[in-house]
T-cell receptor, first 112, second 114 residues
Framework: DAKTTQPPSMDCAEGRAANLPCNHS???????VYWYRQIHSQGPQYIIH???NNETNEMASLIITEDRKSSTLILPHATLRDTAVYYC?????????????FGQGTELSVKP | NAGVTQTPKFQVLKTGQSMTLQCAQD?????MSWYRQDPGMGLRLIHY???????DQGEVPNGYNVSRSTTEDFPLRLLSAAPSQTSVYFC?????????????FGQGTRLTVV
């Protein structure tokens, strides 16, 4: 599975957009980009995933570069409850059962 | 709607003791897995199962045993606990069919081995 590189920490002001980058330069054509987050050492929670097109859901947007070597998770209006560790994960499309390889993630602190 | 349930939430063991961490899911998911998370680290895969009667090793399987006799349950056994196994343990489940398989995690078991 391709490896990912994320900044260890980021700050964001409440109400502003949080943009979390992820580098996955060795990603292959049959691998998805997934994002999970972990709040206060709770179990991780799925946020969004994409293959090559930009994706949006009720939680976030995912922007994937045309060469697919990097992506950005966008929380459009960050709140204090978005303070968490965010994990960018690359996994094969037909990864039976969704076996996940976690890196160290980005610790996002949303400040008032 | 219970999802993935882990018990106990907290446990303290003495070195050499054995115990079983329980994990149950009510979503009829075929795939279940166990992760451990050490302070300041991401999760690491211990063991996983793609269905009843089928298990396999993950990144860090040593010191742990698993079995899968039913779809719902996937217990993790520590046969002889060591201080290096002090960690937070997470169980997860997901479907196996289909391209997108979102994993659902339990709330974790915080284990201390003294």
């Amino acid at each position: 599975d391709a490896k990912t590189t994320q900044p260890p920490s980021m700050d964001c002001a409440e109400g502003r957009a949080a943009n979390l980058p992820c580098n996955h330069s060795t990603i292959s054509g049959n691998e998805y980009v997934y994002w999970y987050r972990q709040i206060h050492s709770q179990g991780p929670q799925y946020i969004i995933h994409g293959l090559k097109n930009n994706e949006t859901n009720e939680m976030a947007s995912l922007i994937i570069t045309e060469d697919r070597k990097s992506s950005t998770l966008i929380l459009p209006h960050a709140t204090l409850r978005d303070t968490a560790v965010y994990y960018c994960i690359v996994r094969p499309i037909y990864n039976q059962g969704g076996k996940l390889i976690f890196g160290q993630g980005t610790e996002l602190s949303v400040k008032p | 709607n219970a999802g993935v349930t882990q018990t106990p939430k907290f446990q303290v063991l003495k070195t050499g003791q054995s115990m079983t961490l329980q994990c149950a899911q009510d979503m009829n998911h075929e795939y279940m897995s166990w992760y451990r998370q050490d302070p300041g680290m991401g999760l690491r895969l211990i063991h996983y199962s793609v269905g009843a009667g089928i298990t396999d090793q993950g990144e860090v399987p040593n010191g742990y045993n698993v079995s899968r006799s039913t779809t719902e349950d996937f217990p993790l056994r520590l046969l002889s606990a060591a201080p290096s196994q002090t960690s937070v343990y997470f169980c997860a489940s997901s479907r196996t069919e289909g391209v997108h398989t979102e994993a659902f995690f339990g709330q974790g078991t915080r284990l201390t081995v003294v």
